[in-house]
C-alpha cells in the first residue's frame, strides 16, 4: 500500500508557506541558510525577505575598542550588511522570486521577531554553526532566542563547514 494514495488528494497542493523571512549575519552559516530558504521559497514560489540587524551591542563593543564614533561605527556595518543582502537577493532573483531587502538596528533576536510580526511572515530560515565553540555560543543564542520568541515556525540549518 503506497504511503499517500493519489486519489485522496482531491484539491490542489498548496505552498506550505506564504512569506520567509532569511536573518543575514555574513556568516557563512547564514549565507547556507540562505541558500537553503531559497531553494524552499522557489519551489512554491515564495517571496523572501532578507533581514541584517546592525547589532547594537556589537557596535557598543567596537566603539569601546577602537577610535570610531558609533556614527561611523554603524554605517560601516550597515555597508557590510547591505552587500550581504544585495548578495542574497541577487541569488534569489535570479531564480525568479521576489524580494525585500531590510536592515534594522538593535537586539538581533527582537528584531528578527518583530519584523516576522509585522511583516505576517511565516516561517524564518536561518542558520547556526556546528564546530567553532564561541561562534556557536553567539550564533546559537541569536537562533535560540529567535527560536523562543518569534511568532512563526523557524527552521534552523546546521552548518558544519561544507557547501549545502
Known sequence: MPFLDA????????????????????SDASINAGRVAIQIATKHQIPVIFL???????VEEIVDTINKSPEAVHHELEEKGRRYLDYMARMA????????KVIRHGIP???ISE????????LIVMGKVGRHVL?????????????????????????????H
Do not use: M
Open 109 to 111: 533576536h527582537n528584531e
Open 115 to 122: 519584523l516576522a510580526r509585522e511583516l505576517n511572515v511565516d
Open 93 to 100: 532573483e535570479a531564480r525568479c522570486l521576489k524580494t525585500k
Open 52 to 58: 541584517y540587524v546592525v547589532d547594537s551591542g556589537i
Open 135 to 163: 561562534r556557536r555560543a553567539l550564533v546559537g543564542s541569536v537562533t535560540g532566542r529567535v527560536v523562543e520568541y518569534a511568532p512563526c515556525s523557524v527552521l534552523v540549518v546546521k552548518y558544519n563547514g561544507s557547501r
Open 7 to 26: 486519489e485522496c488528494l482531491d484539491v490542489e497542493p498548496q505552498a506550505p508557506f506564504v512569506k520567509i523571512l532569511i536573518p543575514l549575519d555574513g
